[in-house]
């Protein structure tokens, strides 16, 4: 199991320049688990690219709806004081401490392409293409 930030899932229902590293990523640890909050944070990306008119709101409907089937059973919720906590002690938003959190709750990897996330929490965060290498 590892637990991916909503990048990392956005770079596999998304095409783009890092998708062919998710999809890698993917088939090296398919168990990836998530806080609950990336249910949020994939729909306001979804957001920006039908308001870019990138996407069609049919094509966001269907990647969330297929994102939501992957992560179906392996969504947490973390706790506020271990959130709080990782904030204090970084620079990091409570956003991203909310999958600090979950990886260190776990015991498993992080796997972001958040440099301050990288940077602040090296004992638990991984990089994409360290990941994939």
Known sequence: MIIVDTNVIAYLWIPGLHTS???SALRKDANWAAPL???SEFRNILTGYIRRNQISFDT???????AEDQMRGREYTVSSVHVLNLVRKSSCSAYDCEFVALAEDLGVPLLTTD????SAFPSVA????????
């Open 115 to 118: 440099r301050k996330i990288l």
């Open 126 to 133: 991984v990089s994409l293409g360290k990941f994939c290498s």
């Open 60 to 66: 966001a409907m269907q990647l969330m709806e297929e």
């Open 37 to 39: 909050l990336w249910r």
């Open 21 to 23: 590293q998710a999809e």
